[in-house]
């Protein structure tokens, strides 16, 4: 049961407005698009077998449909990939009554999103199309140049989400909204986004919203079910293929301990027994995080947890505490086993960072996940074998390959168009092919596009496929869930793996 303080404010609505009625929508078919990563707003998401069949909770959207709720708003929210049958009824209903659409767009996502759109409208006239996340923001005139898109929020979403509503919804002009576009008299309008806010002002998302008795699937997660949550933004990076920098900002905005241990025990109080911290690097903020381990450690918060980091950001005192506090794994961005490489990527660590922070994480007990990447500017056959042999070095208990993908709105990006102009809005790299097929990697990488394609196949049979990886897995299963979750984590990663024997 919760108490006073660990439940959610309820919603002040201003009776003289006229409340809308709105779809949160994450788009998906109900049969191929069930393990698509599309949490995050600015946009690097990832998909399928690759991924072990990762389902992630949709904490950003839960942002947005919380605001709106709040403000008074009747608030449909459905996560297609998880509950079609709910996007089902609401289609045979011809959306009727529903005044807004709202989606979370990447420009991997967007020709499905926009393709959902059209099909909402070509059922009901009156439905006003808004989009937010990566591609509207770093691309808003070319989603306006569609009929089916009739608002566009740029950069942070929740507040402007809800401003921007409340106007329309109140007749009212949107000239002096900053971070929104729109068209108005048959004109394109983009008005300056006028700053981030402060993290504090979110409301705790209302995990209500989503369907009940639906957990998501995650390999790594220990218990079930499993919350997300977002504690910080931005990023003290300035890596040239994250959209994250150029979205949020590079000035960390962090919230109080007090505000995320009190989302936590709303969250035990729900029923959750793990949550995984989506910030971008959760380690960044030692003082903070450890004031908040020390209080799980006191309340004894029965939770426990997985967390970002960077491995320039981590040391043994940190990780002790984090392994006290109920974190089982921390998951890095190494990206590359090549020194050059990671200064060609203004990754701003080293090979020699990367190997440290591993090391810790062993000797606390802490699993690992390691992020690699390859194609990147100057890569070459060379910096690939490194990278092989380093991901072995150092050991981590799981880990994701992928071919570097230009995203509008990066430096990468940029540089890639300057070679390649007919790259345009980015919107070709879909889903479907999304980091296992070389895209306009001939711009800036010595090998050819077949040949980062094997790359991938090859960097996950040495990796999963060795023996001893297999034994050690073997041994550590305590549980009949853990072993039901290796099965379909290594069945996806095994199939995938054998499809890319080329």
């Known amino acids: 049961m919760l108490t006073e303080v660990e439940k959610l404010p309820s919603p002040t609505t201003t009776k003289s407005r006229r409340s809308a009625s709105i779809l949160v929508l994450l788009p998906g078919d109900g049969i191929n698009k069930k393990n698509v990563i599309r949490d995050l707003v600015y946009g690097c998401w990832c998909n399928g077998r690759r991924i072990g069949g990762m389902q992630m909770p949709p904490v950003n959207h839960l942002y947005v449909a919380t605001m709106l709720k709040e403000d008074g708003h009747e608030v449909h929210f459905i996560d297609a990939q998880i509950d079609y049958a709910a ?4 289609d045979e209903k011809n959306f009727s ?18 393709r959902v759109s059209k099909y909402v409208k070509s059922k009901n006239a009156n439905v006003k199309v808004l989009l937010f996340g990566s ?38 002009s949107l000239e002096d909204l900053g971070g929104c576009a729109y068209k108005e008299n048959g004109t394109t309008k983009v008005n300056e986004f006028d700053g981030y806010f402060d993290m504090n002002e979110l409301p705790i998302p209302d995990w209500t919203l989503l369907p009940p008795n639906v957990d998501y699937f995650n390999p790594v997660i220990k218990r079930m079910p499993y919350a997300t949550m977002q504690t910080s933004r931005g990023c003290p990076a300035k890596c040239i293929y994250c959209t994250s920098p150029f979205f949020y900002g590079n000035d960390i905005r962090v919230k109080s301990a007090k505000n995320v241990l009190k989302e936590i025990r709303y969250l035990v109080g729900l029923g959750y027994k793990e949550i995984f911290f989506r910030d971008e690097t959760f380690t960044a903020y030692k003082k903070r995080n450890m004031e908040i381990c020390k209080a799980i450690i006191d309340e004894k918060i029965d939770v426990t947890w997985i967390a970002n980091g960077r491995v320039d950001m981590i040391d043994l005192e940190a990780a002790k505490l984090m392994k006290q506090a109920g974190c089982h794994m921390l998951k890095f961005g190494v990206e590359t086993g090549d020194d050059q490489m990671l200064l060609n990527l203004k990754k701003g660590a080293t090979v020699e960072q990367a190997r440290e922070a591993f090391r810790i994480c062993h000797e606390v007990g802490l699993d690992t996940h390691a992020h690699m990447i390859f194609g990147g500017p100057g890569e070459t056959n060379e910096s690939v074998a490194n990278t092989l042999k380093f991901i072995k070095d150092i050991d981590p208990t799981t880990a994701s ?13 940029k540089m890639v168009q300057e070679k390649f102009p007919e790259i345009m809005n980015g919107t070709d790299a879909d889903m479907e092919t999304l980091h296992t097929t070389a895209y306009y990697s001939q711009a800036l990488c010595d090998l050819s596009h077949k040949e980062l394609n094997n790359v991938i196949g090859k960097a996950y049979r040495s990796f999963y496929f060795r023996p ?9 299963i305590d549980s009949k869930d853990e072993l039901l979750r290796l099965i379909v984590a290594g069945t996806n990663i095994f199939q995938f793996g054998v499809t890319n024997n080329k």
């Open 468 to 476: 001893s990886y297999i034994l050690k897995w073997l041994k550590k």
């Open 87 to 90: 996007y089902q009824k609401m």
């Open 135 to 172: 591609h509207p923001t770093f691309k808003p005139e070319d989603c306006l140049s569609e009929a089916a898109i009739d608002f566009v929020v740029i950069r942070e979403p929740e507040m402007t989400v809800r401003d921007l509503i409340r106007r329309v919804v109140d007749g009212k």
């Open 401 to 413: 390959f992928g071919i570097l993908t230009p995203y509008p709105g990066t430096e990468h990006f």
């Open 97 to 114: 009554g529903l005044d807004f659409l709202v989606i979370l767009s990447s420009s991997n996502s967007y020709k499905d999103d926009l």
